[in-house]
């Protein structure tokens, strides 16, 4: 398989969409009280770590933050041992998100199934307030009706092309690519 990968969201373009999200979430929340980010793992994670440092840079508060592993609740992934899996999410979340006001984060949001299953991860674990979606980056085709409250980038996209987002706590660099493929014979 050949890629050609074009740079669509650079480190100032993550930063810029980052910093608008938060003021958006403050907005729309009128403050950060009752509110709390989830991170769905991997990526999710460090977008809502910087949003929370923008928020208390902005507002001078904290905003919890916590990471959530959704894997047990994927309904295309092998899920073995899902049920000790569960129960440690479950009993994770059940203290931290009752009655608040929870926003989810994901990197890139395409089909819905991840944001299915961190929302069924929520649901099970306790009863929020709300849920808000948040992501860096939205590029269409859903196969669920998820619509993201808070969206970096719409990144038009087919289905044949992959939209890859890399961040400096794990990759070293903040971009945002989209990518051809093409299967060689």
Do not use: W
Request: proline residues 3%; charged residues 35%; contains cysteine.
């Amino acid at each position: 398989m050949s890629t050609d990968a074009h740079v669509i969201m650079d480190e100032i373009g993550i930063r810029r969409a980052l910093t608008r999200i938060a003021h958006e979430i403050l907005e729309k929340n009128k403050g950060i009280d009752d509110c709390i980010l989830v991170g769905i793992r991997t990526r999710g994670v460090y977008l809502a770590e910087r949003i929370a440092s923008k928020i208390e840079e902005i507002e001078g508060k904290k905003v919890p933050c916590i990471d959530l592993d959704v894997t047990p609740y994927r309904d295309d992934r092998n899920t073995e041992g899902s049920i000790e899996k569960n129960e440690a999410i479950q009993k994770q979340l059940k203290e931290v998100i009752h009655n608040k006001k929870v926003i989810l984060f994901d990197d890139v949001l395409y089909t819905g199934r991840t944001i299915r299953a961190a929302m069924d991860a929520l649901m099970d674990s306790g009863r929020p307030q709300m849920i808000q979606l948040a992501v860096l980056a939205d590029r269409g085709h859903r196969e669920l009706p998820v619509r993201p409250d808070f969206i970096g980038k719409n990144v038009p996209s087919s289905r044949t092309e992959l939209i890859d987002v890399a961040l400096k706590e794990i990759d070293g660099v903040d971009q945002v690519t989209i990518q051809n493929r093409r299967e060689e014979v």
